[in-house]
């Protein structure tokens, strides 16, 4: 079955850190680049981070920039995101994504999203 | 930054047609994705590259893109089309721009 399941979501303290993950499975995992896309509660759609197929291109938005890190590891088709000096403001659903092309494709599929909480 | 204008809602009878745009500066230049999401799921894509639809979206979809505005247009809407939608572009210096959504109802 293709699809992508996150994992590692959680309730944390403001200041705290959390890693999310992203398994990839029924798909070749290193032929997509992947992002994460996070949801406030009631809000829109966030774009956060990108990394290519290989992993050696990676952006952030500037609300994540130097707080989170993502990485992957394409023996294991799994992507995570590191996430260092959480704020309340980071409360949401987090999703992985996938993608062929940067900057001309759609992610086209995702994964069912991780709930992170940061409250004290 | 590149920005996107959605309008926050659009009403449609079930049955007609609904239109959602998504307003940039030049966005015709661009290939623009379309997502709907339903309450507590995860987004789909429904049209991607301005009017192409992946495998499993009904023919009731389709997009359109000109100058400053894309349109998703949804034919003889259904009950199951009320969700909200988003538009998509990749900016050269934000990377990935989502517009602020669209919640569709089906009267």
């Known amino acids: 079955q293709v699809q992508l399941a996150e994992s590692g979501g959680g309730l944390v303290k403001p200041g705290g850190s959390l890693r999310l993950s992203c398994a990839g499975s029924g798909f070749s995992f290193s032929d997509y680049f992947m992002t994460w896309i996070r949801q406030a509660p009631g809000k829109g759609l966030e774009w956060l981070s990108y990394?290519?197929?290989?992993?050696?291109?990676?952006y952030y938005a500037d609300s994540v920039k130097g707080r989170f890190t993502v990485s992957r590891d394409n023996n294991k088709n799994s992507l995570n995101l590191q996430m260092n000096s959480l704020r309340v403001e980071d409360t949401a659903v987090y999703f992985c994504?996938?993608?062929?092309?940067?900057?001309?494709?759609?992610?086209?599929?995702w994964g069912q999203g991780t709930v992170v909480t940061v409250s004290s | 930054s590149y920005e996107l204008t959605q309008p926050l809602s659009v009403s449609v009878a079930l049955g007609q047609t609904a239109r959602i745009t998504c307003g940039g500066h030049?966005?015709?230049?661009?290939?623009v994705h379309w997502y709907q999401q339903k309450p507590g799921q995860a987004p789909v894509l429904v049209i991607y590259?301005?009017?192409n639809r992946p495998s499993g979206i009904p023919e009731r979809f389709s997009g359109s893109n000109s100058r400053d505005m894309a349109t998703l247009t949804i034919s003889r809407a259904q009950d199951g089309d009320e969700a909200d939608y988003y538009c998509h572009v990749w900016d050269s210096s934000t990377y990935v721009v989502f517009g602020g959504g669209t919640k569709l109802t089906v009267l």
């Open positions: 990394i290519s197929s290989s992993g050696t291109t990676i």
């Open positions: 590259r301005d009017n």
């Open positions: 030049n966005i015709g230049g661009e290939n």
């Open positions: 994504a996938r993608g062929e092309s940067a900057f001309i494709d759609a992610f086209d599929m």
